[in-house]
């Protein structure tokens, strides 16, 4: 471990640290551009030059590795000449154009030309121009303001996985440049807007509608998927303008998926803001107390085991707990959250999440992947899984539909009786996995589906159980498409056949009320003679066979608690006000068991917290990775030999806020066009 001297401070740093880490972790500011911490290093900006004693020059502090007995100093006045000299040539060809730049207040080019710049400019000639680039729906490019920083370049080779950008020309004609000006073509890909140090990239949905300074910011946790990014809400006035990414390193480190970030026009359109009664064959609007004397009326005289409820993919705790008490006080517990139809196990917690955590696959020495497309269903998991690759510790294996997920792939077909092989001992996935040290198996929702689904879950069990659980190690993970579904499997929200049950049941007569919590990804047909209540946020499938809508708000319009695919307790704050009539689910639910059974044991947000955490005590242990004990899970059972459907079928319409969004209809549109 080298120990170096800076500006009269000594410190000792893990070999491999550079110059500026080390500075860094001294509280001493170096400016820089094309450095990123979670990428390569460039050393191309030169932003970063610090004076090293015995070098005849200023060094690149990014690109340096600190040595033993260094001494460096960083605020002499060759290094602050050395920094106005590289600001002034940065500034030579870029734009005066910050009055209407989207990236003003914001921009690492203006706060350092502040701080480390010389104040005037001597040069007189013509500025260059770079002609923009077409990079799709949701980047905007002004290419004259580019820095050449490469940050966006080695993001896209890095991280995402595609070779799409690069630079073409030298010197002054260099340009960063898209492959025959095509798409940027994977799910992160607006994860550039927040690299580039500069306003040449930025967000084409967000352009001229907010400065950065009008807007509020608030913490919450992404809904889109089951990883539980964490995230940034920027509202004005109560409505969403954009959504960024908040730091958590065993989540999504600082990225996010496009429709994480984009699809946030979707919760302005389609929306449910007032309550509506079917009167015939139309649905009219009504009060909040028509609407409750309907579902009165609806439901009287219904038999417990004559009541379903329908959990959607968005919901949060608080809502399903609400929902749970509702029907209970109806004398029915029949709630199903698995709209899929994936057979998961809600008795054994760890045979529905992920138990290594997302942080622990870059401990994984080879994960096994089953019926699963990790790029589509969960973008960030993905990355993680190509960090890992590109280290070289890591062997990727996949049993399921072939795909490109960015990284390199030994597919053994689409076969799930290949997991019973795996078992046996003999077949070559069986040999890999008993030589790898932390081997991984993860399970998605597509091997669960289905009516093998429960023999598959018990068979890669029982795979895992021989090869992935050890003293130390759990390498059993589900990987969920529904940021919903792990909560709801903990407060026990399944029944015997699932939706499928209910659905027959419904065609057969038996079953006389529904109740529908944002649940809009199954065919609601065999609910038309069904007396329905649909609590949501968006004209959806759910609300084409409703008998009464109550408008509710959504994900960002309220707080809540959100369980993530490796069952981490995460929890969203309310960033913006919900349109027209909505409420917040449990509210709506509180005040309709006034009226149509008995009133629910809670009448504020924290009598509801703590009845939550009475059921579920976990719930109070916020954003710890759990260690749940290992168990017995799936049932007994004919794999087959039919191979898996996958979930995620379109990236950009997996749920209501996402099919109501314009951007994402156009994301659709140009890879169609591509």
């Known amino acids: 471990m080298p120990t170096l001297t800076i500006d009269g401070n000594e410190i000792t740093v893990d070999a491999g640290t550079t110059v500026l880490q080390a500075c860094?972790?001294?509280?001493?500011?170096v400016p820089r551009f094309c450095y990123h911490e979670r990428l390569s290093i460039a050393g191309n900006c030169r932003m970063c030059l610090v004076d090293m004693e015995r070098s005849p020059?200023?060094?690149?502090?990014?690109?340096?590795?600190?040595?033993?007995g260094m001494v460096i100093h960083t605020n002499t006045e060759r290094v602050k000449k050395a920094r106005?000299?590289?600001?002034?040539?940065?500034?030579?060809?870029?734009?005066?154009?910050?009055?209407?730049?989207?990236?003003?207040?914001?921009?690492?080019?203006?706060?350092?030309?502040?701080?480390?710049?010389?104040?005037n400019?001597?040069?007189?000639?013509?500025?260059?121009?770079?002609?923009?680039?077409?990079?799709?729906?949701?980047?905007?490019?002004?290419?004259?303001?580019?820095?050449?920083?490469?940050?966006?370049v080695r993001f896209s080779d890095e991280i995402g996985g595609v070779d799409d950008m690069g630079a073409l020309g030298r010197g002054e004609n260099a340009e960063v440049v898209t492959y025959l000006d095509g798409l940027l073509d994977t799910e992160l890909s607006g994860n550039v807007i927040d690299l580039c140090p500069v306003g040449a990239l930025t967000s084409k949905p967000y352009a001229f509608t907010a400065?950065?300074?009008?807007?509020?910011?608030?913490?919450?946790?992404?809904?889109?998927d089951a990883v539980g990014s964490n995230i940034n809400i920027d509202t004005r006035d109560g409505y969403v303008m954009r959504v960024l990414p908040r730091i958590h390193d065993d989540v999504n480190e600082e990225w996010i998926s496009d429709k994480t970030r984009f699809a946030y026009d979707g919760l302005k359109k389609r929306r449910l803001d007032r309550p509506y009664v079917r009167k015939g064959d139309k649905l009219e609007p009504a009060s909040w107390n028509e609407a409750f004397a309907a579902i009165k009326t609806g439901v009287a005289?219904?038999?417990?085991?004559?009541?379903?409820?329908?959990?959607?993919?968005?919901?949060?705790?608080?809502s399903m707990f609400a929902l749970k008490g509702l029907l209970g006080s109806?004398?029915?517990?029949?709630?199903?959250?698995?709209?899929?139809?994936?057979?998961?196990?809600?008795?054994?917690?760890?045979?529905?999440?992920?138990n290594s955590g997302i942080a622990g696959i870059e401990d994984a020495d080879l994960i096994l992947l089953v019926g699963t497309n990790p790029r589509k269903e969960a973008p960030l998991v993905n990355a993680r899984i190509r960090k890992t690759v590109r280290k070289g510790s890591l062997k990727v294996l996949n049993i399921g539909p072939s795909a490109d997920l960015t990284y390199d792939v030994e597919d053994f077909g689409d076969d799930a009786s290949l997991l019973k092989s795996a078992k046996g001992g003999r077949h070559a996935i069986s040999k890999l996995l008993k030589a790898a040290e932390k081997p991984m198996i993860i399970v998605g929702q597509a091997a669960l589906r289905g009516e093998n689904g429960s023999a598959v879950l018990k068979m890669a069990r029982d795979v895992a159980d021989k090869y992935c659980v050890k003293e130390g190690w759990n390498g059993f993970g589900v990987l969920h498409t529904a940021a919903s579904r792990v909560g709801a499997l903990d407060l026990g929200l399944t029944t015997e056949g699932g939706v499928k049950s209910i659905l027959a049941d419904a065609e057969a007569g038996k079953l006389k009320a529904a109740f529908l919590l944002g649940a809009d990804e199954f065919d609601t047909t065999a609910l038309k003679d069904v007396f329905t209540v649909y609590v949501g946020?968006?004209?959806?499938?759910?609300?084409k066979n409703a008998d009464v809508i109550l408008p509710a708000a959504a994900y960002s319009e309220k707080a809540g608690t959100y369980i993530n695919t490796e069952g981490r307790v995460q929890k969203a704050a309310k960033a913006a006000n919900a349109p027209g009539d909505a409420r917040e689910d449990w509210t709506i639910l509180r005040a309709l068991s006034d009226v149509i059974g008995e009133t629910l044991p809670f009448n504020s947000a924290s009598d509801l917290q703590a009845k939550l955490v009475e059921a579920v005590p976990h719930v109070a242990t916020v954003d710890t990775l759990p260690a749940e004990e290992w168990g017995d899970f799936g049932v007994e059972g004919e794999l087959g030999k039919d191979g898996f459907v996958l979930s995620a079928t379109n990236f950009y319409q997996t749920n209501p806020i996402a099919r109501a969004s314009s951007v994402m209809s156009e994301c659709i549109d140009a890879r169609q066009e591509a």
């Open 24 to 29: 860094e972790k001294l509280g001493i500011e």
């Open 57 to 68: 020059k200023p060094i690149a502090s990014c690109a340096m590795p600190a040595g033993d």
């Open 84 to 119: 106005e000299g590289v600001m002034e040539f940065l500034l030579i060809n870029h734009p005066l154009d910050c009055p209407i730049c989207d990236q003003g207040g914001e921009c690492e080019l203006q706060d350092q030309s502040v701080a480390f710049g010389a104040g």
């Open 121 to 152: 400019a001597r040069f007189d000639e013509n500025k260059r121009a770079v002609e923009d680039k077409n990079m799709g729906p949701l980047i905007a490019t002004t290419m004259t303001r580019c820095i050449h920083c490469m940050r966006c």
């Open 211 to 224: 400065r950065s300074w009008e807007l509020s910011s608030t913490p919450s946790i992404d809904v889109m």
């Open 301 to 318: 005289g219904a038999k417990g085991t004559e009541v379903a409820g329908i959990v959607g993919d968005l919901a949060d705790m608080e």
């Open 330 to 354: 109806l004398g029915s517990d029949r709630i199903e959250a698995r709209q899929d139809g994936a057979a998961l196990d809600a008795s054994v917690r760890s045979g529905y999440i992920m």
């Open 537 to 543: 946020t968006h004209g959806d499938e759910g609300v």
